[in-house]
């Protein structure tokens, strides 16, 4: 099984985000990269959310409250083994080293995580610089186990975004940006491959409405 390394490890546990595993790659399951791209839909396309002022009094805990309240309202989490929610997180773990051969090194990955009982997710998490880029600035991409609900979170000059869509192989202008990504000389040639092969597995019906 992949291990990420140890910075991440640290900072999903400095979250309160236990680790269970790096999913393998499955064509069913949106990747990380095209998943990235929900943040530049629209309400109408679906993104549902809420923005945070950055002089909001106690930054960290509103956005904390507001995730959980998205995550719960929306369906990001599943129950795991122990009843604990899980979901997943798209991170980078690049810098990893894997404990089997696998035919395609792919950066950005589903890692699978558990909520723990004390959590701090824009704080410590964001701090840590594996969910944002300093406490109270986030920069990240999750989705539910089947990858059928999206959540991002970034940065504004308006304020801090949360936002959801649910169901993202229906999306056409996120199947679009999918398409230009899969078709760009400039990702590594396995997240190519990846999505790719997530378009060409996504119902009949998908891809018949974009023609």
Known sequence: MRIPDAKILAGLAAAGLLFREVLPPADELIPVS??????????????AGVLIRHEEADLCARINEEWERLALER?????????????????????????EAEPEQIMCRWVRVELAPVWDL?????????????AGNPAFIMASLDGEVLMHGGYYQAGI???????????????????SLASSGCPE????????R???????DSAESDA
């Open 34 to 47: 095209a998943a990235s791209g929900m943040g530049y839909l629209s309400a109408d396309e679906g993104r």
């Open 75 to 99: 369906g990001l989490f599943s129950n795991g083994a122990e009843g604990g929610r899980e979901f997943l997180a798209g991170l980078d773990i690049s810098g990893s080293d894997p404990n």
């Open 122 to 134: 824009a704080g410590a998490g964001c701090a840590s610089f594996v969910l944002g880029a300093g």
């Open 161 to 179: 975004g949360l936002s959801v869509v649910a169901h993202p192989g229906s999306i056409p202008r996120l199947r679009e940006q999918a398409r």
């Open 189 to 196: 040639s396995a997240q190519r491959h990846g999505v790719e």
């Open 198 to 204: 997530w378009l060409a597995a996504l119902p009949q």
